[in-house]
């Protein structure tokens, strides 16, 4: 039977159906990131660098749970496109309980092994301490993160886009008022500093799940049920890491090139080490509107490739490009413009404004090349061509990102500029040959699930 409330997404639907409300909730989240960054930086700047450390190591394990996440995103979408809806339960059931079990045991290795971690990065002595506090709260209970980024994505691909703008706001609120209170307001006293702001994210995302999960049965979209795991579906499973292992492998290979990258800047001072934090902050608004428009894409694509409409899918990815690249480039280029003052926000250390102005003029550069990838890659792993990207990931990540990255960077002496200009090569051209791959259409008759018919059977 159809689920009533899940709302049919066709070549007809209006990208900003989807798109506008995920550009909010992505807004609102990065938000609440460059809040904590804000009012950290008035506690200590030496927090900020340790927070910042910290996360980047978070984001990789966060980019582990994109396996079914990503997988999640491809087989709802694509399953609702081909209206085979008496599947749809045991997918949902199926995905949550694999990310929860996963999430537990990456966070306790995490807690585990953070000190290595920090010491890999070269972190400071002097943001040693922070950095290993603020993992053993967030990052232990990061399989909350894991759990929600599945329940995000089957909110999406059932067209409901509004609930996770709303639960971006309501952990921002959340978040905050945490903040405010561990950091300058009643329980300040308790010296907590770092520790205090992991206990408000913690809190946040406990409260982002719960709420996930009633606007899940609340629009009746479907249950959850360990009766429907019997027989276990280890085909579908195994079908599911098949698409999840390629995009992720690419995320996450993408993280731990970032890694490499942050180690060149940890080498070059705890200035350079803020200014790369407070222009990943400016940064995040700059592209927040492309990769909105690719991710609403994705689903788009998804639904379309699901059911057999090929070309209408091959025009809506062009027509995304064709809105998200122009107004990506408007928006890095009025952010350099605004840096020398938005800057100041977060410090008054001239020495730290200096060298995130030049990062800023090169992330235009930067900018263009992950507005083409985000929408290609996105629309590739949506159309079941998951392969692909990653091998050309790998590629230019290693072979051009890192190699320019520490050439401009170290040998050449442009410090975190010149790091940032690797990244944009990287980026560049890994967009231009990914546009080429959707060109070409190669990635025609990969779906994997066929229109519904009598005969038709799992996967």
């Not at 506008?20 to 909730?25: N, R, V």
């Not at 995905?95 to 306790?108: C, D, Q, R, W």
């Not at 990838?373 to 230019?396: E, H, Q, R, W």
Request: charged share 15%; net charge positive; proline share 3%.
């Amino acid at each position: 039977m159809k689920m009533k409330q899940s709302k049919e997404i066709t070549e007809k639907t209006p990208l900003l159906f989807l798109a506008g409300p995920m550009f909010l909730e992505m807004f609102l989240s990065i938000l609440l990131n460059n809040v904590d960054t804000l009012m950290l930086s008035h506690y200590s700047e030496n927090a900020v660098g340790a927070v910042g450390n910290a996360n980047q190591v978070m984001n990789l394990l966060i980019l582990m749970f994109g396996i079914i996440a990503t997988a999640t995103s491809v087989v709802v979408a694509q399953y609702l496109g081909a209206k085979r809806y008496e599947k749809m339960n045991m997918i949902y059931t199926l995905v949550l309980m694999v990310n929860l079990i996963f999430g537990l045991a990456l966070s306790t290795l995490l807690v585990l092994v953070k000190k290595p971690c920090m010491e890999l990065l070269k972190v400071s002595g002097e943001m040693m301490p922070d950095a290993l506090a603020y993992i053993d709260l967030v990052g232990g209970f990061l399989f909350l993160q894991a759990c929600y980024s599945v329940m995000n994505q089957i909110l999406r691909c059932n067209g409901h886009t509004k609930a996770g703008m709303y639960i971006s706001l309501i952990v921002n609120v959340v978040n905050i008022i945490g903040n405010y209170l561990f950091l300058y307001g009643p329980l300040k006293f308790l010296n907590l500093g770092v520790r205090g702001v992991a206990l408000s994210t913690v809190a946040a995302r406990v409260i982002a799940l719960a709420v996930a999960i009633i606007v899940f049965y609340k629009y009746g979209i479907g249950r959850f049920s360990l009766k429907l795991l019997r027989p276990f579906p280890g085909k579908l499973l195994l079908q599911m890491v098949k698409i999840g292992l390629p995009s992720a492998g690419e995320s996450m290979s993408y993280n731990l090139y970032q890694l490499v990258l942050l180690s060149f800047v940890n080498s070059m001072g705890n200035d350079a080490v803020n200014a790369r934090v407070y222009c990943q902050s400016l940064i995040s608004f700059a592209n927040v509107f492309s990769n909105s428009v690719a991710m609403s894409t994705q689903i788009i694509t998804g639904h379309l490739v699901g059911a057999g409409n090929e070309e209408g899918a091959y025009r809506r990815v062009w027509s995304s490009i064709k809105l998200s690249l122009p107004i990506t480039i408007g928006l890095s280029t009025v952010n350099w413009i605004l840096c020398p003052f938005t800057l100041r926000l977060f410090t008054s250390n001239e020495r730290i404004i200096q060298l995130a102005f030049w990062v800023m003029l090169v992330d235009i550069v930067l900018e263009v090349g992950r507005c083409m990838n985000m929408t290609f890659v996105c629309s590739l792993k949506a159309s079941g061509d998951y392969i692909f990207p990653l091998l050309v990931g790998l590629c230019t990540m290693w072979g051009i990102g890192v190699t320019a990255g520490y050439g401009m960077g170290i040998l050449a002496g442009l410090g975190v500029a010149g790091v940032f200009i690797g990244t944009a090569s990287d980026e560049c051209i890994r967009g231009l040959i990914v546009m080429g791959r959707w060109r070409s259409g190669k990635w025609r008759g990969k779906a994997i699930v066929e229109k519904k018919t009598p005969e038709a059977g799992d996967i």
